[in-house]
C-alpha cells in the first residue's frame, strides 16, 4: 500500500512523460499485489468465501462507477484535487486494511 501511496503522489508531477509512464507502471503493478493480498485476506477471515465475492464485487463497482463520479472533481482540469482525494482515501484503506492484516500476521486466526 506504501508503494501504491507513493505512486499515486507522483502522478503529481506527470506533466514529465516519463515520471507518467513510471507511476503508471508502478502503481499498477502494485496494486495488483495489494488487491490480491486484500482479497485474500477477507477469504481467511470467512471460510464461506461470501466476504471475498462481495470484495470483489465491490472492488469492480468501484473500477466501473469510480472514473464517472470523479470526473466531477476533475471537471476543469483540477488533477490536483482528484490526486489528493485519491492519496486520503488510499491511506484511509491502509489504516483500515492495518488491524485485520495484523491479525492474521500474528496468526490469531486458524485455518480450518
Avoid: E
Avoid at 78 to 87: F, T
Amino acid at each position: 500500500m506504501l508503494l501504491t501511496l507513493a505512486g499515486t503522489y507522483v502522478f503529481n508531477y506527470s506533466g514529465v512523460k516519463w515520471i507518467w509512464i513510471a507511476a503508471n507502471i508502478g502503481t499498477g503493478i502494485a496494486w495488483n499485489f495489494v488487491i490480491s493480498h486484500l482479497l485474500g485476506m477477507c477469504a481467511r477471515f470467512d471460510q464461506t468465501g461470501q466476504t471475498a465475492v462481495w470484495a470483489g464485487f465491490a472492488s469492480k463497482m468501484g473500477l466501473a462507477s469510480g472514473p464517472m463520479l470523479f470526473s466531477f472533481i476533475v471537471g476543469a482540469g483540477n488533477y490536483s484535487a482528484l490526486i489528493a482525494l485519491a492519496l486520503v482515501l488510499l491511506a484511509f484503506a491502509t489504516f483500515a486494511s492495518a488491524i485485520p492484516a495484523w491479525v492474521l500476521d500474528r496468526g490469531a486466526l486458524t485455518q480450518t
